[in-house]
């Protein structure tokens, strides 16, 4: 058990567009690969936007991916609120929204965990599924059939697809979590107050934004009751 880790995002983020590009006349295919959160082990917290863990590889920066296809990316950042709770919380997964350019694409989705998280270990909890979402010029939204995957799927210009990808399980319970670390996370604001509170039974005062010992030792005493 000293070995074990809670499961990760899953084995890769595979998103392929395909179409005409109307800036230079050719056709063109992109292929967007994500990352994702890894699970938490008895040491750590899992690793945040991991490699592919089939192919230890990940998409080009956002820069390049302008420069190279038809696609305007609105955000590309951290998926909140993914990481699965645990004494290590899992790390996060990536959540970006691309804009098509081109008149006309097609997308395919291959990707894990679109009904149900990474799981956790020895009391951790699951990590957050993976979210894929159509937005239509005409504000219609499509959810693949499968949630993480479906093929063929037609775009036009000014649609949007919105990933988030699967957050790590975690590791442990998460009221065992050392409220530093906690602490450390609201500062960083991957989790809020109330979040650090109901997750992790941590008090942190709001004015001085540190840590309530007597109130955390308590509802923590609370909980194990």
């Known amino acids: 058990p000293q070995r074990v880790t809670a499961a990760p995002a899953g084995t890769s983020g595979n998103f ?6 109307l800036r230079t006349g050719n ?32 998409a080009p920066p956002v820069e390049i991916m302008e420069q190279k296809f038809p696609v305007l990316y609105h955000h590309y ?16 997964g990536l959540d970006y929204e ?12 291959v990707m894990d965990h679109g009904l149900k998280g990474p799981p956790g270990v020895r009391g951790g909890l699951e990590g957050e599924v993976n979210k894929v979402r159509v937005k239509r010029k005409n504000l219609k939204v499509h959810i693949p059939e499968h ?8 775009l036009n210009k000014g ?22 670390l906690v602490l450390k996370d609201v500062l960083e604001e991957k989790y809020n107050l ?9 008090i942190i005062d709001k004015e001085k934004m540190d840590i309530d010992w007597k109130k955390t030792l308590k509802i923590r005493k609370n909980n194990k009751d």
């Open 159 to 180: 649609d949007k697809v919105h990933v988030r990808t699967p957050g790590g399980g975690g590791f442990g319970k998460a009221c065992e979590r050392d409220p530093q």
């Open 16 to 21: 392929a567009l395909g179409g005409n590009d």
């Open 194 to 202: 109330i979040q650090a509170k109901e997750i992790y039974s941590v």
């Open 147 to 154: 949630l993480s995957k479906e093929q063929d799927i037609d």
């Open 98 to 109: 691309i804009e098509i350019l081109c008149d006309k694409a097609t997308a395919s989705f």
């Open 77 to 92: 950042a951290l998926h909140e609120n993914s990481a699965g709770p645990g004494k290590f919380r899992g790390g996060y």
């Open 27 to 58: 056709g063109f295919v992109m292929y967007q690969l994500s990352g994702g959160g890894y699970g938490g082990n008895i040491n750590n917290d899992g690793i945040s936007n991991g490699c592919s863990t089939i192919g230890i590889s990940k």
